[in-house]
Nanobody, 113 residues
Framework: EVQLVESGGGLVQPGGSLRLSCAASGFIFSKYVMTWVRQAPGKGLEWVSRINSGGGSTSYADSVKGRFTISRDNARNTLYLQMNSLKPEDTAVYYC??????RGQGTQVTVSS
């Protein structure tokens, strides 16, 4: 059974940084493309970033490009999202997800002064 557990969210001021983590289990993590998606209050799911199985190829939504960095540690079965220069519009529940749609319970990120 696929299990994804996100952590690292919280309240941060505009311009601040957070690092999200996602612990994966129940599947061969190192063989899978992984993504981060988010859902802002009252809105649908928004794709944020993607990383290939080996970690050498990444892509980002235009809204976060240059501010967010996705990475992974296949030895630790863990996915990361480093978020810098955070803006109020980044406020959302952040989920790690497989490309087939499995995702964890999410972690809340709130950017506010």
């Amino acid at each position: 059974e696929v299990q994804l557990v996100e952590s690292g969210g919280g309240l941060v001021q505009p311009g601040g940084s957070l690092r999200l983590s996602c612990a994966a289990s129940g599947f061969i993590f190192s063989k899978y493309v992984m993504t981060w998606v988010r859902q802002a209050p009252g809105k649908g799911l928004e794709w944020v970033s993607r990383i290939n199985s080996g970690g050498g190829s990444t892509s980002y939504a235009d809204s976060v490009k240059g501010r967010f960095t996705i990475s992974r540690d296949n030895a630790r079965n863990t996915l990361y999202l480093q978020m810098n220069s955070l803006k109020p519009e980044d406020t959302a529940v952040y989920y790690c997800a497989t490309v087939s749609g499995e995702r964890g319970q999410g972690t809340q990120v709130t950017v506010s002064s």
